[in-house]
């Protein structure tokens, strides 16, 4: 069966810590991955997005990597901060573009 | 509009009573998505619509869910008979096209209490 994993545990970090989170999928091949965080009463907000044929991707302070063999994304914050403290849910694509499946998320704490 | 917008933001009611929600999506975006969050879980997927056409609707949990879209703008989920384990948020999002890697707007949610 299909299946998107991430770590169920809330991962708690030092402030100015790197935060790595990861997803991992089964029975997928999908052509992007996405992510996204969202905050208590909140709906989920993008973050990044990484094509199959992109090994890295960056912006600012956050980091994905996408292995295709290992069926599996990093999502790192360096230099973390409180206001980092959310939920962090990975994303992709099926049937084609048509269906976006999110994991169950991370909860991210930021410890200052 | 600026946003993507749910309504009802909160809507409680009593089991066996049909509810409707509702949502607008970012003027333009032809994708339109349903999801739906029940307390501390994952986002589980319900449906999606390619301007007014929903090719899988194989997500919705059971027949008591139908969704349609009109004018390849605003989209309703409807429930009927709602039952107790229907209590969850709602969540809609669009995107500018189906078919094409992009981001997906999210609404803020209508959360449902089934009493």
């Known amino acids: 069966s299909q299946k998107i994993e991430q770590n169920s545990e809330a991962l708690n970090i030092q402030e100015g810590k790197t935060a790595t989170l990861t997803c991992n999928y089964t029975n997928y091949s999908p052509a992007y991955l996405q992510w996204y965080r969202q905050d208590p009463g909140r709906g989920p907000v993008f973050l990044l997005l990484i094509r199959e044929n992109e090994k890295e991707k960056r912006k600012e302070r956050l980091k994905v990597t996408f292995d295709t063999t290992l069926k599996q994304s990093l999502f790192h914050i360096t230099a973390s901060q409180p206001a980092d403290s959310a939920t962090y849910l990975c994303?992709?694509?099926?049937?084609?573009?048509?269906?976006?499946?999110f994991g169950t998320g991370t909860k991210l704490q930021v410890i200052p | 509009g600026a946003g993507v917008s749910q309504s009802p933001s909160n809507k409680v009611t009593e089991k066996g009573k049909d509810v409707e929600l509702r949502c607008d999506p970012i003027?333009?975006?032809?994708?339109l998505y349903w999801y739906r969050q029940s307390l501390g879980q994952g986002l589980e997927f319900l449906i999606y619509?390619?301007?007014?056409?929903?090719?899988?609707k194989s997500g919705l949990p059971s027949d008591r869910f139908s969704a349609e879209r009109t004018g390849g703008s605003v989209s309703t989920l409807t429930i009927q008979r709602t039952q107790q384990e229907d209590s969850a948020v709602y969540l809609c999002?669009?995107?500018?096209?189906?078919?094409?890697?992009?981001?997906?707007?999210f609404g803020e949610g209508s959360r449902l209490t089934v009493l």
């Open positions: 619509f390619q301007g007014n056409s929903a090719p899988d």
């Open positions: 999002a669009s995107s500018l096209k189906l078919g094409e890697a992009g981001e997906l707007f």
């Open positions: 994303a992709l694509n099926s049937g084609g573009y048509q269906k976006v499946t």
């Open positions: 003027s333009g975006h032809t994708a």
